[in-house]
């Protein structure tokens, strides 16, 4: 609902409700504003009265929902109010001693992952879309979120409508409304007057937030913004959850069996102890405890610390992350698509000659194409203005009747232009579209002859220059009556004139990061819109030397199963149309790979959602640019091997905090699990097994920070649960051998009681999970990979910590007592004979495993 404006008549909800029947100057007096556009202090109060025009949570909402989702695990939850069932029968300390400790690890994990979102904040204002606004009566460009109601926007190929809009005026505007309407092809918007029950999708003078421009120029006022726009209304449906990127998936399932083992153990140990006549209290304390254990808690902010480092390191690179859980998926990536210009070519297109149907330079065909390029109303293109900077022309000598825009279904553009007496229509585009429409041809002496004799020639003339490695236009002309718009309809029977040939080199070095790639394992396919003998050149530059080429013609004719088969083979898709993206990347996606897609055009939207990581570039269309998960702000993939490497580094962090919950967590937990079996007491106390939790989980937050091996980046890796279940019964199993072994040590060498069992245990078991953190980080020996300084500064204070823990006054609240001197001797034996053994175990593993990682 479109609220009160401060110190202002009250805008007209019930008329504005159906603007499209509104002439402009009625709904401009609704809006309270004018043509020139809005003065920058009323769309500041306009801004505070509507809000931001995004459909996005607010951030202060945002950070109490954060801190409330570290809570939000049921076992965290039902030990909170266990400790309050505690409190209740008398026991506070050790009620208190356990809710502190709840808090300390959430609000750790608040604070890693709040610092997180805003270093990620800060750097998507670095690709922020923004729009052209009249304010002050100057044009000027604006974030969309400060769109405000009576806005007056101006729009061009690329950008993103930001707002219900009303048009004032056009020129050949073709919107891509297909998320509201379903149409496949854009639809021409013009100003005007409609019926108040006309339907959406018949709405030709209105533009909806959410769509985009395809080709055209406007200018409109915005009507409607944010959660009162029909995108806002629709928003359920149309701003679904992204998709699950591959890593999220397997965060999702190893969270689904670690869940599994903590149930199953819980409910066994309590009704053991249960059975055993140990306190009901205490033994679901203890169970819950042994849960909170098991269960990773700090993985979310692990996982979200590790992502944000990654997004600083790749921002220094050049490259900024939008969606935080891509870098994995980036990392993952084994196949990267994307169109050749600006990527393995220079991106600066320059115009190698205009020729006559024999091959011959011709002014005249130079002259036409350049008037077809410097007159033409639509969206800006490398083309256009390699052709403008050689040949320019003097505006006020013509005069542009009309325009038939380029399409991607005729790739065509016509322009009708006065010239003095003169009236003709200029048709500019791919060679078989102008062909098609074309009756006759003009010889270099300007004679016409009939095109049936020519055609053979003139598709041999553009072979030729195709497979030299020149992009080859048509360009044909017909003249035209003065009194009436040329149309669509008549565009047949023309003469054709001759040819456009255009080049753009390869980059410098683009053979050695393609080389670069390859050795990290990822395959580089390109799609283009050119033909199959300009891609086969430019591939055999680039080092291909025998490309697989599929065309689109090819495509249109295979069957999925043969698509899936033969995509996978291809090194480059030519003559392909932008529907033909999303489907050449869905069933690359489908054989097994995770693809990337790197795009900068008004077609390319629908592939880089498609893509499990879309890539585009800053100076790229909104549209595109808000479609992708990453934006590279150097259109140069020798930046993008940077961000893989990074992508890969940020993986192999996170997974050495999984390999260290499976197994010293596992481990220990197991142990504790087992020995409360033959103790006659607990062989920890709840609020002790929470502080070992704690403590072994504070070095990990330096996770982020450490080295990484060669080896982890060197190719793509996946998530693998199978794997992980392995390293967890293997591992898990040794941390309990030398669980058992301290055990005995306490029981039968040191006749412990239940007090220096506890601080005996506790201080061993925090003490080993710490330090092999250190053996589990890395493939390699340890002392060919050592740690960062970072995570060994945090493992050394947190084993003094412990080790210093039952001198201290705090001891008593936790239940710990001094232990005999002989007692540490023990455990530096058998720690040392754990890492030594967890050494010796890792190199057996990876040998014996290594095809499965």
Request: proline letters at 4%; charged letters at 20%; a neutral charge.
């Amino acid at each position: 609902m479109i609220h009160t404006m401060p110190d202002r008549q009250p805008l007209s909800h019930t008329s504005l409700d159906a603007f499209w029947n509104l002439e402009t100057a009625e709904a401009l007096k609704m809006l309270a504003g004018n043509e020139k556009g809005l003065s920058r202090s009323d769309a500041e109060d306009r801004l505070k009265t509507y809000g931001l025009n995004t459909l996005k949570a607010a951030s202060r909402s945002s950070a109490i929902l954060l801190f409330l989702s570290q809570f939000k695990s049921p076992v965290t939850l039902l030990l909170i109010g266990a400790a309050g069932l505690s409190m209740g029968l008398g026991d506070v300390t050790d009620a208190v001693i356990i809710l502190i400790i709840i808090l300390i690890s959430s609000c750790l994990g608040f604070w890693q992952e709040k610092g997180a979102a805003h270093a990620v904040e800060e750097l998507l204002k670095m690709v922020q879309i923004r729009c052209r606004i009249l304010r002050d009566g100057t044009e000027s460009e604006w974030p969309v979120e400060t769109v405000v109601p009576g806005d007056i926007i101006v729009l061009s190929a690329g950008d993103v409508i930001p707002g219900d809009s009303l048009l004032l005026d056009s020129k050949e505007l073709f919107i891509d409304e297909a998320a509201f309407t379903g149409e496949t092809y854009p639809v021409e918007k013009n100003a005007g007057i409609l019926p108040v029950d006309t339907a959406l999708s018949k709405r030709s003078n209105s533009l909806l937030m959410g769509s985009h421009v395809i080709s055209g120029k406007a200018r409109a006022v915005v009507v409607r913004t944010a959660s009162r726009t029909e995108f806002g209304k629709i928003s359920g449906r149309l701003r679904l959850k992204p998709p699950e990127t591959d890593f999220e998936k397997g965060i999702r399932h190893f969270g689904y069996m670690l869940m599994e083992i903590t149930l199953v153990l819980v409910i066994v140990i309590f009704a053991i102890n249960v059975l055993l006549h140990k306190p009901a209290l205490d033994s679901f304390l203890f169970s819950l405890a042994l849960a909170v254990g098991l269960t990773p808690q700090l993985l979310p902010a692990i996982i979200t610390v590790n992502l944000a480092a990654g997004a600083r390191a790749m921002a220094k690179k050049k490259v900024i992350v939008k969606r935080l859980s891509s870098i994995e998926n980036f990392g993952s990536m084994n196949i990267l698509c994307s169109d050749k210009t600006g990527t393995i070519t220079e991106g600066k297109v320059t115009l190698k000659d205009a020729l006559d149907i024999a091959g011959n330079h011709s002014e005249k065909t130079l002259r036409y194409a350049g008037l077809n390029a410097a007159l033409q109303q639509g969206f800006t293109n490398p083309i256009d203005q390699a052709i403008c900077a050689v040949h320019k022309i003097t505006p006020t000598d013509y005069t542009v009747q009309c325009e038939i825009p380029y399409d991607f279904i005729r790739k065509r553009l016509t322009i009708q232009v006065q010239h003095e007496k003169e009236n003709f229509a200029i048709t500019k585009g791919a060679l078989n579209g102008i062909l098609e429409i074309c009756g006759q041809a003009e010889t270099e002496k300007g004679e016409l002859i009939p095109m049936d004799g020519q055609r053979p020639k003139i598709v041999e003339q553009y072979h030729q220059l195709s497979a030299a490695g020149y992009r080859v236009l048509g360009v044909a002309y017909k003249q035209t009556a003065k009194e009436k718009d040329f149309t669509r309809d008549e565009e047949k029977e023309m003469i054709f004139l001759g040819f456009i040939t255009l080049f753009d080199p390869p980059k410098q070095h683009i053979r050695e990061t393609l080389d670069d790639l390859r050795a990290l394992g990822v395959q580089f396919k390109v799609i283009t819109g050119d033909n199959a003998l300009v891609a086969d050149s430019i591939a055999r530059q680039i080092g291909v030397a025998a490309p697989v080429i599929l065309t689109g013609a090819q495509i249109r004719q295979m069957s999925d199963g043969a698509l899936m088969q033969q995509a996978t083979m291809a090194n480059i898709f030519a003559e392909v149309e932008p529907n033909q993206k999303e489907r050449i990347i869905q069933f690359l996606k489908k054989a097994g790979n995770v693809v990337g897609f790197m795009g900068d055009g008004v077609n390319d939207a629908g592939a880089l959602h498609t893509a499990d990581v879309g890539i585009s570039v800053d100076d790229a269309v909104d549209v595109a640019k808000g479609a992708a998960d990453i934006v590279l702000l150097d259109r140069d993939l020798a930046v993008l091997k940077e961000g893989i490497v990074i992508g890969r580094k940020t993986f192999a962090n996170t997974m050495k905090y999984v390999f260290m919950a499976t197994s010293a967590n596992f481990g220990n937990m197991f142990s504790m699990a087992g020995a409360s079996l033959f103790l006659s007491f607990l062989p920890l106390l709840p609020k002790q097994i929470l502080l070992t939790n704690l403590l072994t989980d504070f070095p990990e937050m330096a996770i982020a920070t450490d080295r990484v091996d060669a080896l982890s980046v060197e190719k793509p890796h996946r998530w693998n649960i199978r794997f992980i279940q392995r390293f967890m019964l293997i591992f898990g199993l040794l941390s309990s051998v030398f669980d058992y072994l301290t055990f005995g040590v306490l029981l039968f060498f040191m006749k412990a009681g239940e007090k220096v069992f506890q601080t005996g245990w506790f201080v061993e078991s925090v003490v080993s999970a710490t330090l092999i953190v250190l053996v589990v980080r890395t493939r390699l020996p340890f002392l060919k990979s050592l740690p960062g300084k970072y995570l060994m500064m945090a493992t050394g204070l947190i084993v003094l910590v412990v080790l210093a823990l039952p001198f201290t006054p705090l001891a008593g609240l936790f239940g710990f007592v001094r232990l005999p001197l002989s007692f540490y001797g023990w455990m530096g034996g058998i720690v040392a004979g754990y890492l030594v053994s967890a050494e010796l175990a890792k190199q057996w593993f990876y040998r014996k495993l290594q095809k499965d990682y």
